[in-house]
């Protein structure tokens, strides 16, 4: 048996669905990536790289092929938001530096995910065989690379981005059946909450200090 067919096996059943080995590992190794973004910690993107290519397993054997894509492109950013979080950390002390987007940067964020959700939905409609559910899943594949883009730059906002990513990939998941997905989707959302709170009060702290400092 090769890796890939031991991978596409079935680890056990959870609401009269089967799960996948890919399924539960990398979706396990994406809630870890995402509870060391909380902690700002740069072992965030290697664990999410690693789940992006085992969970190119999963969803190619749930014949998902937007999912495919996602994965591939979502490994393409954690290369590139692991180069950013270094030279950060070189830059501030050691550590990564939160805050808020500025206004610009919030319209770039929402207009590229408007026109990329469009542009991949209508991609998904006029080649059904990527994805059976085009615009759910156009929507979660470019919200997920917004909210990753918006991690690498140290934006809060990532947070709500996930918050909305969530409200669409719980019920896709498991109606994808990819149970184990829906079920860390949802453990996603209480960590984004966390999250969140953390990296708001970091953000205003960091910018009551800066205040303080050109004050003086």
Known sequence: MSAVDWLNGQAFVAFDQKVIWSDMIGNTIGLAALALGWRR?????????????????????????????????????????????????RDHGGEVAVRFATGRERLVLLGGTVAGTL????????????????????????????AMVAQARGLVEFWFAWVLVDLVGVPLAFSSGLA??????????????????????RSRASRATALEGAAA
């Open 180 to 201: 184990f997905s829906g079920l860390v989707y949802v453990v996603y959302l209480v960590l984004v909450l966390w999250g969140m709170r953390d990296w708001w009060l």
């Open 119 to 146: 542009a991949v939905g209508g991609l998904f409609t006029a080649l059904p065989e990527l994805s059976w559910n085009p615009w759910p899943d156009a929507y979660i594949f470019v919200g997920t690379l917004a």
């Open 41 to 89: 910690s740069i072992w965030t993107w290697p664990a999410q790289l690693l789940s992006g290519v085992i969970l190119v397993a999963a969803y190619a054997s749930a014949q998902l092929s937007g999912g495919v894509g996602k994965q591939l492109l979502v490994i393409g950013v954690a290369v590139w938001g692991w180069t950013q979080w270094r030279r950060g950390r």
